[in-house]
């Protein structure tokens, strides 16, 4: 989750990204209530969250988080719409934290991980140093309905995700401090983490109101279709932000760190992370072919869960096409859902 857009020669990736969305076989959804979601959102948030100067809530309503939202999870209803974009706008508010010039330091994110996940795993009652203020108001608002509804085990398996993607986020600031560049394959396993894909997968659970068994979430078959999904929706966003990246990422982009381990050129590198993309999703569609039936309790409940990880790939990289976060144009009215004259999905 990276913002802004900085002229660069990593520009030379901005001109594949139509060309690999075009590529991606799997079928563009979005929510009926996805715009009037987003509405919602900018309106319900002061109250919930951080106050909301001019210029933020023009850059909140630009980024269309609840688009994003509406896009992975198009079943959703209204207001199991609105808690998701409340969950997604928290997740972007921390990668902000972390990321942008004046950013939070090793200490402060590490108390951030430890006070979301005492939020998550205990009660929210329950106070922690590290998560206060906005962002804590934030997230016991966003968290309300889930704990209410979902079982033990489902919440404590959003909430390891949630440990794991913070983890993740500190050890690229601990790189970052120490002038550290990973190498390709150390990268990729630490944006699986730092993507917050993960943490996608389990709200399908929510949204479905189905969640699955720990032995069969944890089948060694649905891992690795986790996994390649995470890599697909996490290198076409490196692609989207590289050239932000070149300046502050400190090597932490698929085509830097395959820039760097293979000594070749960025642009090269470019062509390179596409190559691996374009083998990702063929090894994607081969996988998901492959999955046996677990049974007709739990069948449909697998269908879902599995469509949820490809629509997190199909769902990021539209809306990384159309979001202002990462410099697109804002969505025009009339491609609006409810828009006269188009449907409500698409």
């Given at each position: 989750?990276?913002?802004?857009?900085?002229?660069?020669?990593?520009?030379?990736?901005?001109?594949?990204?139509?060309?690999?969305?075009?590529?991606?076989?799997?079928?563009?959804?979005?929510?009926?209530?996805?715009?009037?979601?987003?509405?919602?959102?900018?309106?319900?948030?002061?109250?919930?969250?951080?106050?909301?100067?001019?210029?933020?809530?023009?850059?909140?309503?630009?980024?269309?988080?609840?688009?994003?939202?509406?896009?992975?999870?198009?079943?959703?209803?209204?207001?199991?719409?609105?808690?998701?974009?409340?969950?997604?706008?928290?997740?972007?508010?921390?990668?902000?934290?972390?990321?942008?010039?004046?950013?939070?330091?090793?200490?402060?994110?590490?108390?951030?991980?430890?006070?979301?996940?005492?939020?998550?795993?205990?009660?929210?009652?329950?106070?922690?140093?590290?998560l206060g203020g906005p962002l804590r108001?934030?997230?016991?608002?966003?968290?309300?309905?889930?704990?209410?509804?979902?079982?033990?085990?489902?919440?404590?398996?959003?909430?390891?995700?949630?440990?794991?993607?913070?983890?993740?986020?500190?050890?690229?600031?601990?790189?970052?401090?120490?002038?550290?560049?990973?190498?390709?394959?150390?990268?990729?396993?630490?944006?699986?983490?730092?993507?917050?894909?993960?943490?996608?997968?389990?709200?399908?659970?929510?949204?479905?109101?189905?969640?699955?068994?720990?032995?069969?979430?944890?089948?060694?078959?649905?891992?690795?279709?986790?996994?390649?999904?995470?890599?697909?929706?996490?290198?076409?966003?490196?692609?989207?932000?590289?050239?932000?990246?070149?300046?502050?990422?400190?090597?932490?982009?698929?085509?830097?760190?395959?820039?760097?381990?293979?000594?070749?050129?960025?642009?090269?590198?470019?062509?390179?992370?596409?190559?691996?993309?374009?083998?990702?999703?063929?090894?994607?569609?081969?996988?998901?072919?492959?999955?046996?039936?677990?049974?007709?309790?739990?069948?449909?409940?697998?269908?879902?869960?599995?469509?949820?990880?490809?629509?997190?790939?199909?769902?990021?990289?539209?809306?990384?096409?159309?979001?202002a976060r990462y410099g697109a144009e804002?969505?025009?009215?009339?491609d609006r859902v409810g828009s006269p004259?188009?449907?409500?999905?698409?």
């Amino acid at each position: 989750m990276t913002d802004g857009m900085i002229p660069s020669p990593g520009g030379c990736a901005r001109h594949l990204l139509p060309s690999l969305r075009a590529a991606c076989p799997l079928p563009p959804v979005l929510s009926p209530y996805a715009d009037c979601v987003q509405e919602w959102l900018v309106s319900w948030l002061p109250a919930n969250g951080p106050p909301l100067d001019a210029s933020t809530r023009d850059r909140l309503d630009r980024a269309g988080f609840a688009r994003y939202a509406g896009r992975l999870y198009p079943d959703a209803t209204e207001p199991d719409l609105r808690v998701l974009t409340a969950l997604f706008t928290w997740f972007f508010l921390v990668d902000d934290a972390c990321d942008r010039p004046g950013r939070l330091g090793l200490d402060e994110i590490r108390g951030l991980r430890d006070g979301a996940v005492v939020l998550l795993r205990d009660n929210p009652r329950l106070r922690h140093g590290g998560l206060g203020g906005p962002l804590r108001r934030l997230l016991v608002s966003a968290w309300r309905e889930p704990r209410r509804r979902m079982p033990a085990r489902w919440r404590q398996r959003f909430a390891d995700t949630v440990a794991h993607h913070l983890d993740g986020t500190w050890r690229e600031a601990v790189n970052r401090a120490a002038g550290y560049a990973p190498g390709v394959d150390e990268y990729v396993e630490l944006r699986r983490a730092t993507s917050a894909a993960y943490v996608s997968y389990p709200l399908v659970e929510f949204v479905s109101g189905r969640p699955l068994p720990d032995p069969v979430y944890q089948h060694p078959l649905l891992i690795r279709i986790r996994d390649v999904g995470n890599d697909l929706l996490s290198w076409y966003n490196d692609l989207a932000s590289l050239e932000r990246d070149q300046f502050f990422s400190g090597g932490h982009n698929l085509v830097l760190a395959l820039a760097a381990e293979r000594r070749v050129p960025v642009p090269d590198a470019v062509d390179l992370a596409a190559q691996r993309w374009h083998g990702s999703m063929r090894q994607f569609l081969a996988l998901r072919a492959t999955v046996p039936s677990f049974g007709p309790v739990l069948d449909a409940a697998v269908t879902g869960h599995l469509d949820g990880v490809a629509r997190a790939v199909r769902g990021t990289i539209d809306w990384t096409c159309e979001s202002a976060r990462y410099g697109a144009e804002p969505v025009r009215a009339a491609d609006r859902v409810g828009s006269p004259g188009r449907a409500g999905r698409r």
